[in-house]
């Protein structure tokens, strides 16, 4: 009887100080199909993924080879046309959609890895660790991160692992702060005291009890950075500082300024790459944010809801109709 | 004083923040570059030129002194040469930021009241159909890639409402003939309006998106219930006991994404060819100049610190609670 007493006392207290509360196994999954824009935005991520695993079959046409006259307009032959060099517009934003979206998985990787590790290191282990760190990710939070980005892209060469690096490397900062506040919630509760007096070691801590308190949240954050990712490579690529020898989304917007898409009238080299890019963020951002916002059960209580006039009578809700 | 303890210990997190960032700026450029000169792209450039050129910004020093000498000179607002130009970088500068801020403050300024006012409603009226149509084109607009957007205003927009897609001026106004003040005026707001609202329409998507969930979260306190009982009217409750305690959250979120508008600005100008600090930083990097590269990114981070502060600040001057 004891025993139950204080662990339902300290799931209080995490909700009472409306830090996330803590998840049930199957929590992302539950939240993700239980939310429509959230399956919508799975759908979407899943369908590109396929897409780009199989892209060298589903290519129409060699995407680097010229098979058409230059900026035709979309045909029977070419769906979407072909681009400033006479390449197919479909088979090459197929090739871009791998390109684009390794880069935005893998960088998004490197910056869970990062900002999970210092996030938890820092959470867990508090007092001199948890100010260095956070006085480290503080100071690095406050350096612009895009002009950032475009120096070192600029400085360290124009190769594809360069840019996953780097993009992970200057995104880790908000993970590390948001994962440090969840770990510093869940290290407190009474269940993880009574592992640690039991004698389980800081590993085993970590790994059973602290991680998959922290795992929905970083997978919501690692979501919503694979957005930022994409769009960080977009930004790069358009600078002139992506990898030459490689086609991506953001080359392909980039081929349309620079070949004057505009001026040649072709909406067709303009349009298609920046909408995939902009759904498969909007896909990121709807998974990762319903997670995020199921996580924050304050946000599900509006005392101002339009619903303004709502009667309750004593006979229940059957009876006002 | 309340909390002077607390100014003196923001402002002097930001005065190490600046020596860090100085710091960065000097491990970033000469450290881990190793040598700006070999990658310098321009016409004259041959060995000797690039021999020379190593002496003059000290190069050839060890690490440390050369770090000594980069200290000296920031104390001195001297941020060098710009390597192909070889005039001062300070002076390169002024033009471009001239042009630069009014852009950008335009652009800021329609994302603030479009931001706000969307994500007011959208959080009043939530699960509406207000909520989910503004939601949904605050993320769409925050979802697209800044140059794409500017592509597409080009190209859908520019030629059908009349308005210039690059440049800041138009070149034969003012050439034969002086214009009048009010000419040039117009002149500059028409060049200025697409790239305004291209950084203004992406920022819509993201202070409206904060907004509403800042909203939603004081919508949910309790005093709002309180305030209910009490029979206000909706829109008081709103204004005074909703937005009012939702706007530091905003207040900060809108000084940290000074950094994004920064960068965003970048590819703006870019792709409107506006002469500003983007397009300079475009330029810089096309040449490899180096030490132009670098007194931008100084003055970026400067200014992203500058007003990280002063969110800090305003944190405290609208919120007695705040002591640590």
């Not at chain 2, 000469?30 to 000290?58: H, M, P, T, W, Y």
């Not at chain 2, 970026?300 to 969110?311: C, D, E, G, Q």
Request: hydrophobic share 50%; charged share 15%.
């Amino acid at each position: 009887m004891s025993l139950i007493e204080p662990l339902q006392a300290a799931d209080e207290d995490g909700l009472a100080h409306g830090i996330a509360k803590t998840s049930r196994p199957g929590f992302v999954r539950s939240t993700v199909f239980g939310s429509p824009a959230a399956m919508a935005g799975l759908g979407i991520i899943v369908f590109f993924v396929v897409v780009a695993i199989f892209a060298p079959w589903l290519e129409p046409y060699d995407p680097t080879a010229k098979t058409g006259p230059v900026y035709a307009p979309p045909s029977g032959a070419h769906w979407l046309g072909t681009d400033d060099g006479g390449g197919d517009m479909l088979s090459l934003l197929i090739a871009g959609s791998r390109v684009s979206l390794g880069v935005g998985f893998l960088a998004a990787l490197v910056a869970m890895l990062i900002g999970g590790t210092v996030g938890v290191l820092s959470g867990y282990f508090g007092g001199t660790t948890d100010t260095v760190l956070m006085r480290f990710t503080d100071y690095m939070l406050v350096i612009p991160d895009i002009p950032l980005m475009i120096i070192a892209a600029a400085l360290f060469g124009r190769n594809l692992k360069n840019i996953v690096i780097i993009i992970g490397i200057i995104y880790w900062t908000s993970t590390a702060r948001l994962i440090r506040a969840q770990v510093k919630s869940v290290r407190e509760r009474v269940y993880v005291k009574r592992a640690q007096a039991l004698g389980a070691g800081n590993r085993r801590l970590v790994v059973k009890h602290v991680l998959p308190q922290v795992a929905p949240l970083l997978i919501a954050n690692t979501v919503l950075m694979i957005a930022l990712a994409i769009f960080a490579e977009t930004f790069i690529t358009f600078l002139g500082l992506g990898d030459p020898s490689t086609i991506s989304w953001g080359r392909l917007i980039e081929n349309a300024f620079t070949g004057e898409a505009t001026i040649n009238n072709a909406w067709w080299a303009i349009v298609p790459p920046g909408v995939c890019v902009t759904i498969v963020i909007l896909a990121c951002t709807m998974v990762g944010q319903s997670v995020e916002d199921g996580l924050n059960p304050r946000l599900r209580v509006g005392h101002l809801s339009v619903k303004r006039f709502r009667v309750r009578t004593p006979a229940g809700p059957e009876a006002s109709k | 004083m309340r909390g002077a303890d607390y100014v003196v210990k923001r402002v002097a997190f930001a005065i190490l923040t600046v020596f860090i960032a100085i710091t960065l700026n000097f491990v970033l450029f000469r450290a881990l570059s190793g040598d700006a000169i070999s990658g310098l792209r321009c016409r004259q450039c041959s060995v000797a030129f690039k021999e020379a050129q190593r002496r003059n910004l000290g190069l050839d020093e060890s690490r440390w002194v050369q770090y000594r000498l980069y200290l000296a000179d920031l104390a001195h607002f001297d941020l060098g040469n710009s390597v192909p130009s070889e005039k001062p970088v300070r002076g390169e500068l002024v033009e471009p930021i001239k042009n630069s801020l009014p852009m950008i403050a335009l652009g800021t300024l329609f994302a603030i009241v479009f931001g706000t006012l969307v994500g007011v409603v959208a959080a009043w009226r939530r699960g509406t159909f207000a909520d989910k149509g503004g939601l949904y084109t605050a993320l769409g607009f925050y979802s697209m890639p800044t140059q794409w957007l500017g592509l597409m205003l080009i190209f859908f927009v520019a030629n059908a409402i009349g308005l210039p897609s690059s440049g800041i001026k138009t070149p034969t106004l003012g050439l034969f003939a002086d214009a009048s003040t009010w000419a040039l005026f117009s002149d500059r707001m028409k060049h200025m309006f697409l790239p305004a609202l291209t950084l203004g329409l992406v920022l819509y998507g993201d202070y409206a998106l904060i907004v509403r969930s800042a909203m939603l979260e004081t919508l949910g306190e309790d005093y709002v219930l309180t305030a209910r009982a009490k029979g206000l009217k909706n829109w008081a409750i709103v204004r005074s006991h909703g937005l009012r305690n939702a706007m530091l959250p905003i207040i900060t979120l809108v000084a940290l994404s000074l950094g994004f508008i920064i960068g965003g600005s970048i590819t703006v100008e870019y792709v409107f060819s506006y002469p500003g600090l983007g397009l300079l930083t475009v330029e810089a990097i096309d040449k490899r100049d180096f030490p132009l590269l670098q007194a931008i990114f100084l003055l970026l981070t400067l200014s992203v610190i500058f007003f990280n502060l002063l969110a800090d600040l305003l944190y405290f001057r609208f919120d007695p609670r705040v002591t640590t």
